[in-house]
Structure formats: structure tokens, C-alpha cells
């Protein structure tokens, strides 16, 4: 099975299950990467931003995860996963996006008022505000400015009802992000 082949099926199986948000995986992934094309961003962000959340759908944990107060480390198990096809400029920002709602929930004073229920919840799971090694560390990598640019993207695709192109329509940055076989 081809990489995009992969990934349509991941989304098949699990892209109409919802996360607490109003939205599907689905409509959620397209949002964002609808967010990101708009902002202009690379085709490699593009593809992160659209596959940011696919640790979700190739984990068999049930879709309430985190209301059982577990954290399913959904970032890097998505990050190993699409390593298989795609370098560190779609792996990077997918495997730090959680990293990067932590720094921002430190870091700026009105961006944890922002976070939808869910992602206080999930934000607890995930390790909670950084410490300060912690945000040197983050923000001195060399993915900081994408993963926080997604994670800005991934706070607002999350519209109920919002009309966006189809996954089809995007994989065009996927094709071209593919690391050479």
C-alpha cells in the first residue's frame, strides 16, 4: 500500500470519530490544513497541519481516551508513523504541536482563555504549562516556529459545519512531501 493510500485509510477507519470538539478528525484535519494553505505556509507544513492529528486514527485505543485520563501520546505516535514516508519537515511540527500548545499556554498570557474544554483537558494529560528549561529547550529547536504556526492552525480548525476543500484536494502537498523512496 502506497503511503497515500495509508492515509486515506486511516482516515476512512477512524476520521469520522470526534474528540470532543464538535468536529471530526476529517473536517478537523482539513480545517487546519485549509487554515494553513490560506496563511501561505509550505508544502511540507501544509501536509504536517493535515496529518498533524493521524497518531489518533492509527492507535486502536477507544475514542474517549483522554476522559479515561490517559494521554495517548497521539503527537509522537503520528510522527513515527508518517517517518516511514516523510523527513523532519512533516514529522517535526507533528511531533512538537503538543509541545507548542504547552509553550504558548506559558508563554502568553491570554492563549490558555482561548483553549476549547477539550484541550484544557487534553493540555493536563499532556504535562500541563512548561517550566522554564523546558521552554528554552522548546523554543531553541529547530521545528519551534512550524509546530507553533500548526498549533495556532489546529485552535482554529475546529468549526462545526465549515465548508472545505476534500482530502483528495490536499494531497497534492502530500505527494510532494514524500521523502524519496
Excluded at 497541519?49 to 477507544?62: A, C, F, M, S
Aim: overall charge negative; hydrophobic content about 40%.
Amino acid at each position: 500500500m502506497s503511503a497515500l493510500e495509508e492515509i486515506r485509510a486511516a482516515f476512512a477507519r477512524r476520521g469520522t470519530e470526534t474528540y470532543g470538539e464538535g468536529v471530526s478528525q476529517l473536517e478537523h484535519a482539513l480545517q487546519c490544513a485549509q487554515c494553513a494553505e490560506r496563511d501561505g505556509a509550505a508544502p511540507a507544513l501544509i501536509a504536517a497541519t493535515l496529518l498533524h492529528d493521524i497518531g489518533h486514527l492509527v492507535h486502536d485505543l477507544p475514542q474517549d481516551i483522554a476522559d479515561r485520563g490517559i494521554d495517548a501520546q497521539h503527537e509522537s505516535l503520528g510522527s513515527a508513523w508518517l517517518s516511514r514516508h516523510f523527513g523532519p519537515e512533516v514529522t517535526e511540527p507533528v511531533r512538537l504541536h503538543v509541545a507548542a500548545k504547552r509553550y504558548l499556554a506559558t508563554t502568553e498570557s491570554t492563549y490558555f482563555d482561548l483553549l476549547s474544554p477539550a484541550s484544557v483537558q487534553s493540555l493536563q494529560l499532556q504535562g500541563g504549562l512548561m517550566s522554564m528549561e523546558e521552554r528554552v529547550r522548546f523554543a531553541a529547536g529547530p521545528f519551534a516556529e512550524d509546530a507553533v504556526k500548526l498549533r495556532r492552525w489546529d485552535d482554529e480548525g475546529k468549526i462545526v459545519g465549515a465548508s472545505t476543500p476534500d482530502l483528495a484536494y490536499f494531497e497534492r502537498y502530500l505527494s510532494r512531501s514524500l521523502r524519496p523512496e
